[in-house]
Antibody, heavy 123, light 106 residues
Framework: EVQLVESGGGLVKPGGSLRLSCAASGFIFSNAWMSWVRQAPGKGLEWVGRIKRKTDSGTTDYAAPVKGRFTISRDDSKNTLYLQMNSLTTEDTAVYYC??????????????WGQGTLVTVSS | SYELTQPPSVSVSPGQTASITCSGDKLGDKYASWYQQKPGQSPVLVIYQDNKRPSGIPERFSGSNSGNTATLTISGTQAMDEADYYCQAWDSSTGVFGGGTKLTVL
């Protein structure tokens, strides 16, 4: 059974930093592309970014609102995905979901989702 | 930037067919996926690559994608299908979600 368990959310002041983790199990993590998706309170889903598997270069892509501030990384030895968030603003307040990516590239989709972790940016 | 547009709400009577649209420039040239989200829960994939159903998703869920519009169709809609639905596609290396549609079964 695929499981994705996020952690690391909480309350942070504007301008601050936070690192989210996502512990994965039930599939071969090193073979998977992974992604983060967020959802502001009462709002829709917003793609944050993705990281490819190492055999596909391991490169990352980001949504425009977070590019240059957020960094996605992975530790395949620990089956763990990370999201380092810097220079946080109130606009970053959201539930952050870790997702496994099925398929590849333009044919890909989010086939499994974690339970989400809430990040609140407030003074 | 690329945008996907969904109607904010759709209503359907139990047992009838619900259609939720997702519009974007030349969306038919891309793959669309659909996600169901019930209150307080994480999203669930219901359709991927335009018209494929993941295992465990009922056959009443189907999808199509042509021209500028992708459509999620729920045949024989049940009360348990009441939820928010989101379409998603890729524009180059950027993921894009539609704004979501609240499906009400009444």
């Amino acid at each position: 059974e695929v499981q994705l368990v996020e952690s690391g959310g909480g309350l942070v002041k504007p301008g601050g930093s936070l690192r989210l983790s996502c512990a994965a199990s039930g599939f071969i993590f090193s073979n998977a592309w992974m992604s983060w998706v967020r959802q502001a309170p009462g709002k829709g889903l917003e793609w944050v970014g993705r990281i490819k598997r190492k055999t596909d270069s391991g490169t990352t892509d980001y949504a425009a609102p977070v590019k240059g501030r957020f960094t996605i990384s992975r530790d395949d030895s620990k089956n763990t995905l990370y999201l380092q968030m810097n220079s946080l603003t109130t606009e970053d307040t959201a539930v952050y979901y870790c997702t496994k990516v099925g398929g590849l590239a333009a044919a890909s989709y989010f086939d499994y989702w974690g339970q989400g972790t809430l990040v609140t940016v407030s003074s | 930037s690329y945008e996907l547009t969904q109607p904010p709400s759709v209503s359907v009577s139990p047992g009838q067919t619900a259609s939720i649209t997702c519009s974007g420039d030349k969306l038919g040239d891309k793959y669309a996926s659909w996600y169901q989200q019930k209150p307080g829960q994480s999203p669930v994939l219901v359709i991927y690559q335009d018209n494929k159903r993941p295992s465990g998703i009922p056959e009443r869920f189907s999808g199509s994608n042509s021209g500028n519009t992708a459509t999620l169709t729920i045949s024989g809609t049940q009360a348990m299908d009441e939820a928010d639905y989101y379409c998603q596609a890729w524009d180059s290396s950027t993921g894009v979600f539609g704004g979501g549609t609240k499906l009400t079964v009444l």
